[in-house]
């Protein structure tokens, strides 16, 4: 790495931690998850004067043609302060599926929008179980009479689907698992937000029924498309986790130095001293984790020879792991205070009992890896 | 190991600028090239694997960092040579001679030809070149077979640093070119039956007579103090003094009349350390590590320079994760979904500290240390302790009786060996406290010793 890009990577994150205290202050935080879930004034800000949500798509759509270095920077800052906004879904999932796609049409249509902040899009590939069954999709695609296809079906737990203008979703077609992309609002297309127990994250049931839709990529394709996202999108997630644990290992260090009880701060107790400590431990094995996975989506995007596969289920085994024991370790160094609601370490505690399921639980990316290693039976 | 002078914190190499006449990288590896496929004891494959001090990090440290063979390390045939799995090194009298003799006669060559310590000073012995010549040579040898260089790990890695810090400039004459060129094996008299954690607490005397100083006490855990010609002892100078302030260390020539090594039988029914009895050893005060009573300091760069070297180590578990996973494939437990998940598990874990040790490497470079190396060692334990509760669901049975089928109750000597891992070299619950006050800066336990006696603190403390 050279000085200038390590000089303008500390710069990213410098001015990516200042804009998010002022923008996503706890009290924004609350604000977004007591009401709307995201702010569109702030997404097209981001968009539009930050250039985020563009940082890696190529500058022919719009981008800035960056890579998943910085990109990861800006995620694990969003992650620290619980930015309440579809930036996973529509930078990691969606944008990551289009520019994996191949689609050099779709890219043009869809992604100066995506990367200008105009456009809220999502993925949706999550099955019952959610993780994508990539076997049994539960959409279906049927060829219209002369403008391209139809959707009917239906996709649960699709992120931020609320907020989407643009759904992208896998579905059944004779030439195998297609991806196609459908506007929203639009035909027969039926969105019902859930309720989540990350209060900061949307989740949807998208229903479509007869709906146009425009194919993305090539027919049988989408399969492949779609887990390739999904691990773009547990890299971002990976990144995500970090900084969120991140934040609580301050937070309780924070707690653990100024708290007293028995006439000294709780913290110079080695009970409590070790409960930090292994939360560090902790954050340290989820930015390992997430070093590994930046380099190998950065060698997969570069067209190199990569394990983006393997890198994608350490990580998101890894940090889930690590930011669940952070966040839970922080409610325990604040004693009652933590368990309150008006403390913010439930905010953090939610968030990651929520991403560590979210793109597959932990026990399903062990046993992908362990199939990645050839450990079958 | 050589591999730990990178980090020496005294910071004795300002060779990184002065590159007018330095030789170029690629002719320095040129005839580093030469003089590796040349040297005496290469290309003979010792067969004891001593994982916990050898050099098995050099090859993994650099690289894809996920316990991939490299050349370095021989492809691992199920039934075919030592099933040996150890942590810490437990040889006979006659396999210590041999591989003693090996190692002496590569290193000596190695620091003949020039390469013995690269990136150490020209006055003491030294090539004087930077710290990226060192790296690149090791990454080197690390594709050849060389010699078990553990024995000398603590002379190196621990004891050099410490003396170029804080040494006379007789005793760095004297002891580091001794040290680099395999003449001189180091050791640690640190540890005392009364001392362990509380190190500050040590009792051993040393009291001045003229110009020399006269040590009496008990020393314990000292690695290789069997094989050793030089170590570094903590002594108390002040008895009356404050306990951080009334320490002074030497180096103490373990040949002298009075110093008595005795093995001390450990849990695994081997003998990896020593017991060393000093009465009335007479040491000249040249061999005075810092001032008279300010040995604390000096320990604390000696004990910084173990923790870089654990931490080095928290990715050497690549080759006992090879025989792990094969041994899981040829036990036919992988058909248990759980034993599978929690395979996988400890394989990520294991990965995660070669990614770890690369990132640590990076900061290095980049001349930004991180905590890394804090972690290091409870990464480490913690890995262990993974692989040693797996090992008794794949292995079962086999692991608590002897079958004679190779590659199975070997392993035992692994699970008796990871108790001392956890409490060796700072014991776990020392780790977290230094990184809890260290790192993340939270307030010290208050202790008796020394709000009474060492009003006002100095910054030193009792977990070092």
Redesign the interface.
């Known amino acids: 790495m050279s000085d200038d890009a390590a000089a303008e990577r500390r710069e990213l994150r410098d001015t990516a931690r200042r804009f998010l205290a002022e923008r996503s202050s706890e009290q924004d935080v609350r604000r977004l998850m007591d009401g709307p879930g995201h702010d569109p004034a702030l997404w097209e800000l981001m968009g539009r004067d930050l250039g985020w949500q563009g940082l890696a798509i190529p500058d022919a759509h719009g981008g800035a043609g960056y890579g998943w270095d910085e990109l990861v920077i800006v995620f694990e800052e969003m992650g620290r302060a619980l930015l309440g906004a579809p930036f996973l879904a529509t930078v990691a999932l969606a944008a990551g599926a289009l520019l994996e796609s191949g689609d050099v049409e779709a890219q043009a249509r869809y992604l100066p929008d995506l990367a200008a902040g105009r456009v809220v899009a999502t993925l949706a590939a999550a099955g019952d179980d959610g993780l994508p069954d990539l076997e049994a999709v539960g959409v279906r695609a049927t060829r219209a009479a002369q403008d391209g296809w139809r959707l009917t079906g239906r996709v649960p737990f699709v992120l931020d689907g609320q907020h989407a203008a643009l759904v992208l979703l896998p579905a059944r077609t004779p030439d195998g698992v297609t991806l196609f992309a459908v506007d929203v609002p639009g035909a027969g297309v039926e969105v019902t937000a859930l309720e989540t127990l990350d209060l900061t994250r949307g989740l949807a049931v998208v229903r479509v029924d007869d709906t146009p839709a425009r194919q993305v990529g090539r027919s049988g394709d989408g399969a492949r498309i779609v887990g390739r996202a999904l691990e773009f999108g547990s890299v971002a997630l990976a990144a995500e986790q970090t900084g969120g644990a991140a934040r609580c290992l301050d937070m309780a260090v924070g707690y653990a130095r100024t708290r007293e009880q028995f006439g000294r701060p709780i913290g110079s107790f080695q009970a409590v001293k070790h409960i930090c400590a292994d939360i560090f431990v902790a954050v340290e094995a989820a930015r390992s984790a997430l070093f590994e996975a930046t380099r190998q989506a950065n060698r997969h995007v570069a067209g190199a020879a990569a394990e983006l596969s393997a890198a994608a289920h350490l990580a998101q085994a890894i940090c889930s792991e690590s930011f669940v024991h952070a966040a839970t370790a922080n409610i325990q160094v604040h004693g009652g205070i933590g368990f309150t609601w008006e403390h913010p370490a439930h905010l953090y505690f939610r968030r990651a009992r929520s991403s560590e399921i979210l793109l597959g639980t932990p026990a399903h990316h062990r046993r992908e890896y362990a199939r990645l290693l050839g450990l079958a039976a | 190991m050589a591999q730990t002078a990178r980090e020496d914190p005294a910071g004795d190499r300002g060779h990184e600028d002065d590159d007018s006449d330095r030789e170029s990288l690629t002719a320095f590896l040129d005839r580093a090239r030469v003089f590796l496929a040349g040297a005496p004891e290469v290309g003979r494959r010792s067969e004891t694997t001593g994982l916990a001090r050898s050099e098995a990090g050099d090859g993994e440290r650099v690289g894809d960092g996920d316990g991939g063979q490299r050349a370095s390390r021989p492809p691992l045939v199920w039934g075919e040579g030592s099933d040996e799995v150890n942590l810490l090194p437990e040889h006979s009298p006659e396999e210590d001679e041999r591989i003693v003799a090996a190692a002496r006669r590569f290193k000596a060559a190695e620091y003949a030809a020039g390469f013995g310590w690269i990136d150490g000073p020209t006055e003491y012995g030294g090539a004087g070149l930077p710290v990226s010549y060192l790296d690149a040579y090791l990454d080197l040898r690390g594709q050849y077979d060389v010699p078990d260089l553990a024995v000398f790990g603590l002379g190196l890695g621990m004891i050099s640093p410490t003396l170029l810090a804080h040494g006379s400039e007789s005793a760095k004459r004297i002891y580091l070119p001794r040290l680099h060129a395999g003449e001189a094996i180091g050791c640690q008299l640190f540890s005392e039956p009364g001392a362990g954690s509380d190190l500050a607490s040590l009792r051993t005397r040393a009291v001045r007579d003229g110009d020399e100083w006269v040590i009496t006490g008990q020393k314990v855990w000292t690695t290789n103090g069997h094989l050793s010609d030089v170590g570094e002892v903590l002594c108390r100078t002040s008895p009356e003094a404050p306990k951080h302030r009334g320490i002074t260390a030497f180096l103490v020539d373990m040949h002298a009349p009075g110093v008595e090594v005795r093995p001390l039988r450990q849990m695994t029914g081997g003998a990896s350390f020593n017991e060393v009895f000093l009465t009335e050893v007479r040491v000249p005060d040249e061999n005075r590590l810092g001032a008279v009573d300010d040995g604390w300091r000096v320990a604390t760069t000696t004990l910084m320079n173990e923790r870089s070297t654990a931490s080095d180590l928290g990715g050497s578990l690549a080759a006992i994760l090879d025989r792990l ?1 094969m041994l ?2 040829w036990s ?1 437990r ?2 248990d ?1 759980v034993v ?2 929690r ?3 400890t ?3 294991v ?3 070669g ?2 040790t ?2 640590a490497h990076l900061a290095r470079t ?1 001349g930004t240390p991180g ?2 190396h804090s ?1 290091g060692k ?2 480490w334990t ?1 890995n262990l302790r993974r692989i040693s509760d797996l090992l008794t669901d794949i292995l079962g049975p086999r692991l608590i009786a002897d079958t004679g089928e190779w590659g199975t109750f070997a392993w035992t000597t692994l699970v008796l060996g990871v108790p001392g891992i956890r409490v060796s070299a700072g014991t776990d ?1 020392i ?3 230094i ?3 260290r ?8 202790s008796p010793a020394r709000t009474t006696s060492a009003p006002g603190g100095n910054g030193k403390d009792g977990n070092v």
């Open positions: 996973i899981a494939r036919g992988l058909a979904p599978r998940d395979l996988s598990d394989v990520m874990h990965r995660l500290a990614y770890a690369e990132r980049a905590p890394e972690v409870l990464v913690n619950e780790m977290k406290n990184l809890a006050e790192v993340l800066g939270l307030p010290r336990e208050p």
